[in-house]
């Protein structure tokens, strides 16, 4: 009798199918059951191992076993037997050899590099560095709660864990933007590690109903999607401060980090010192609708939470970076009004420092202040400050990178922008931002490079998609490109596309064709009455200083914050009108940039 008729004569296959459903079934019990005693996970996995076991166990059973009129009788007497044997030990290996390999941790590495050096060879997408053996990216946490009210909730519990990872030494922590931009995701681990450039995802969700949290959290190897730690927490809404950080410290443990130093465990800089959770509650809500630039209704939230908590730092450093950009750069804010947010603003970032004199967000609070009303030396005393304290804050590195940029210091701008790409690998805005510093420095094959890996990411937002048509445009002309300039004037919409071609027509030869332009934009009186900087620009490439200052004294201040960096306008940094203009307006004079002109560019 052949192994195969022996094995369905012994009823081996049928013991094997009842054995693994039982088994399967009993595992899906014992998983649910367990969190409620808060045992360790590898309590399931030993369960699971239990049943490993038992299964050659089952079989060799079902083997030598037979039932027969007599009753059970054990039969071992065909040479098939040891076939059975060496199955059984195979299987009881194959079981050990899995749960003491998922136990195993990998090895301590060296910390990673503070700043990733971008990578020189052109590419059409951001291409991550290699994932270091201490790396982690904390995925959007599951709203669970069936309420999209609480979005805020499980976004901020999620930013709050980012935030105390990344105070564990030699530890990589992926930021925010970059992270959630898998929220929903359907790749797979191996997909997300790699664009993200690490080797471990935090995931899980959060429950928020009434005085209850309950959370459910794994942390698993990216490359192959096996889990290293996970667990399921119920808590006291009360107590979600100590919650965070039972879970922040799981998850350094499983990694084998430690914390920076040991006062670094206790700055929480962004919960109320008070523990009013009603005041986290309405810091979480601005933060969210700060990071989506609705900044006049984070400002209602972050006065909230300061209301309910006076002595909440970082709240009120928010409050006051979302009155003064509102004043600043909304364009349809009333002058009234804009003056009384600057006031409130100014009260505000006092307040911070007073609170939290070594608050990197406090600083820069005060920087952005300092920037906005044309005081560039404060802005930059306050901005190197505020990166000393949080030098891994990318709110602070991507805001201190327009305001340095925005007074001339373009070498420290670059440097923060560079920082910015290893802690938020896919932030299209700093690729854009970057591409314009590298432009204005000159580097055009550079800009080039991080200007369409910008332009390869989705872009919802119409005023995005605007700027990176604007660097575009910027680059093809400091090139000389007429043609490429005109063919993307074609692809805008109807005001650029009449910036555009005149801007382009400026730096054709054929002088007759550039003021036929220039004399076709002038009649559309809509479009120069919306764009007085480009009007600027433009009479800037004809070098014809007096026309490019008038239209200046007519842009507003948004743009003008941004006149040192920018290359057509600073082919008039030595002429005596654009000095005049830029030391009544608060500018440093323009040969202090370290920016380029057009003309010092092309040479």
């Known amino acids: 009798m052949t192994f195969l008729a022996e094995l369905r004569k012994r009823k081996v296959f049928q013991v094997a199918v009842g054995y693994l459903a039982a088994a399967w079934l009993l595992v899906q019990v014992t998983a649910t059951i367990l969190p409620a005693f808060d045992l360790p996970i590898w309590t399931l996995r030993f369960v699971v191992l239990l049943f490993a076991l038992g299964f050659p166990v089952a079989l060799l059973m079902a083997w030598a076993l037979q039932l027969t009129p007599d009753g059970v009788k054990l ?11 060496a199955i059984g030990a195979m299987l009881v290996i194959a079981a050990l050899g899995w749960f003491f390999r998922g136990l195993a941790l990998p090895a301590p590495a060296a910390p990673a590099a503070q700043v990733a050096t971008p990578p020189a060879a052109a590419a059409p997408a951001p291409a991550p560095a290699e994932a270091d053996a201490h790396s982690v990216a904390v995925l959007p946490l599951v709203n ?38 898998f929220r929903d995701s359907k790749e797979d681990s191996a997909a997300i590690g790699r664009k993200l450039g690490v080797s471990y995802l935090l995931a899980g969700s959060v429950q928020h109903a009434g005085d209850v949290v309950r959370i459910n959290t794994a942390l698993t190897r ?48 962004d919960r109320p010192p008070s523990g009013n959770i009603e005041a986290y509650d309405a810091y979480l809500h601005g933060l969210k609708l700060w990071r989506d630039e609705e900044f006049p209704r984070a400002a209602e939230y972050m006065a909230n939470a300061v209301q309910l908590d006076p002595g909440y730092a970082v709240a009120w450093a928010h409050l ?32 911070a420092l007073q609170l939290a004199p070594l608050s990197g967000a406090a600083h820069a609070a005060r920087a952005y202040l300092q920037f906005y009303n044309f005081d560039p030396q404060g802005a930059l005393d306050e901005c190197r400050r505020a990166v000393q304290l949080a030098p891994d804050d990318s709110t602070v590195l991507n805001g201190c990178g327009y305001t340095l940029a925005g007074i001339g210091k373009l070498g420290e701008a670059i440097r923060l922008r560079e920082k910015l790409l290893s802690i938020e690998p896919l932030y299209i805005v700093n690729y854009q931002q970057y591409a314009w510093l590298l432009m204005a420095a000159g580097r055009l094959d550079d800009a080039d490079k991080y200007l369409r890996m910008a332009e390869s990411q989705p872009q919802a937002s119409t005023q995005w998609r605007f700027s990176t048509t604007r660097v575009r445009a910027n680059i093809t002309l400091l090139r000389g490109d007429t043609d490429s300039a005109m063919k993307l004037a074609t692809q805008v919409q109807a005001d650029w596309q009449h910036l555009i071609a005149t801007l382009t027509a400026q730096i054709s030869p054929d002088r007759a064709a550039a003021d036929a332009a220039l004399a076709a934009l002038l009649q559309d009186e ?3 009455r919306s764009h007085p900087y480009w009007m600027a620009q433009v009479y800037a490439l004809r070098n014809d200083a007096e026309h490019a200052v008038a239209w200046l004294e ?37 040969s202090e940039s370290e920016a380029l002109g057009i003309d010092q560019i092309q040479r």
């Open 526 to 528: 809509a479009t120069t």
């Open 320 to 351: 006051s970076g979302s009155l003064s950009t509102v004043a600043a750069l909304f364009e349809k804010t009333d002058p009234e009004v804009a003056r009384e947010q600057m006031r409130k603003s100014r009260l505000a970032a006092a307040t």
């Open 554 to 590: 007519r842009a507003p201040t948004a743009d003008l914050l941004f006149l040192l960096d920018d290359p057509l306008i600073l082919r008039l940094r030595d002429d005596p009108r654009l000095i005049a203009f830029c030391r009544k307006t608060g500018l440093p004079a323009p």
């Open 75 to 85: 039969d071992v007497s065909t040479r098939a037997g040891k076939g059975m044997l």
């Open 144 to 181: 669970a709660s069936n309420d999209p009210e609480q979005q805020f909730f499980s976004d901020g519990l999620s930013e709050n864990l980012i935030n105390s990872l990344s105070r564990y030494d030699g530890l990589k922590v992926i930021g925010r933007i970059s992270a959630f931009q």
């Open 222 to 269: 990216a490359a192959d999607g096996s889990t290293l730690w996970a667990d399921h927490y119920d808590r006291p809404y009360q107590n979600l401060f100590a919650l965070q950080d039972e879970i922040a410290t799981a998850v350094a443990t499983a990694l084998r980090v430690k914390l920076l130093s040991p006062e670094s465990g206790a700055d929480h800089g």
